[in-house]
């Protein structure tokens, strides 16, 4: 594992460069297997990257997207990453990609999770292009500290994981640790300089101490270079 830090003045640069990179990468992958896939989170960060991203002149009908993480929430609510995608990514050329949804009519991500695992076949792994979050308690995707499904969906040969957070709201699905890691080029996204302290600690932490941070297991992992994008 190493890490790569990619720093901006503005959200705007960060935003702008961090898309350019994406497009440049989906095109490549285009170029070189016919499809490219793109996973990503949801959260409070990345739209404004989703909206510079949304116009970039790739073939986007070659583009499969689908989520890093969502939470068990209808695909219209509030909290849903998958309609924080559709308005904010899932417009203007990037209209014509394929999305796969994260959700079903299941009553638990628990009791849905075999239905996603399915439907998530049509994207061959590796994985292309993934792009990380990382909340202010180091979880990353939805693999969360503490949360008793954590160990399984850290070594899980499945594509994707239900997990309950101890603090966060809503049940969630997530790409397990195996999925995530395998990824062709796996990205860090994040602002501000409580998450870039919090990013150093759990990298330089000890093992036993890291363990805490899941952030830290998924990147000790990661078989590229993780590349971190960030603005204070
Ligand atoms: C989610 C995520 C999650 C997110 C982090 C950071 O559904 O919550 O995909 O892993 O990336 O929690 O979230 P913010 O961008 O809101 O800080």
Same mark, same amino acid.
């Given at each position: ?5 990619? &720093? ?13 990179? @994406? ?16 996973? /990503?989170?949801? +959260? ?12 970039? !002149? ?5 583009? !499969?997207?689908? *989520? ?12 849903? !990453? &998958?309609? *924080?995608?559709?308005? !904010?990514?899932?417009?203007? $050329? ?5 999305? @796969?949804?994260? #959700? ?17 076949? #049509? ?14 308690? +180091? ?20 594509? #994707? ?5 101890? #603090? ?7 790409? %397990?640790?195996? %999925? ?9 996204? @994040?602002? $501000? ?16 101490? %890291? &363990? ?15 590349? /971190?994008?960030?603005?204070?």
């Amino acid at each position: 594992m190493s890490l790569q830090w990619h &720093e901006f003045a503005s959200k705007d640069e960060l935003d702008l460069n961090l898309a350019h990179y @994406i497009a440049a990468q989906l095109q490549q992958a285009i170029a070189e297997r016919g499809t490219a896939s793109l996973a /990503v989170s949801g +959260g409070r960060t990345p739209a404004g990257m989703f909206k510079a991203l949304r116009t970039s !002149n790739i073939e986007w009908s070659k583009v !499969n997207i689908t *989520l890093v993480d969502e939470r068990w929430v209808p695909n219209d609510h509030a909290d849903s !990453n &998958e309609r *924080l995608t559709r308005e !904010n990514l899932l417009q203007d $050329g990037a209209a014509a990609a394929n999305f @796969i949804s994260m #959700v079903n009519d299941a009553a638990t991500p628990h009791a849905g999770l075999a239905g996603i695992e399915a439907r998530l076949s #049509v994207i061959k792994t590796p994985i292309d292009i993934l792009i990380l979050g990382m909340g202010d308690d +180091g979880h990353t995707a939805s693999l969360f500290p503490n949360a008793a499904e954590l160990e399984d969906a850290c070594v899980s040969t499945q594509l #994707v994981a239900a997990v309950t957070p101890p #603090v966060a709201p809503h049940q969630r699905i997530t790409l %397990t640790l195996p %999925t995530i890691v395998q990824a062709r080029n796996v990205l860090v996204h @994040i602002t $501000g300089t409580g998450k870039k302290e919090l990013l150093n600690t759990a990298m330089q932490e000890q093992k036993a101490i %890291t &363990e805490l941070y899941p952030i830290r297991r998924v990147l000790d992992q990661v078989k590229s270079t993780a590349q /971190v994008y960030w603005t204070a």
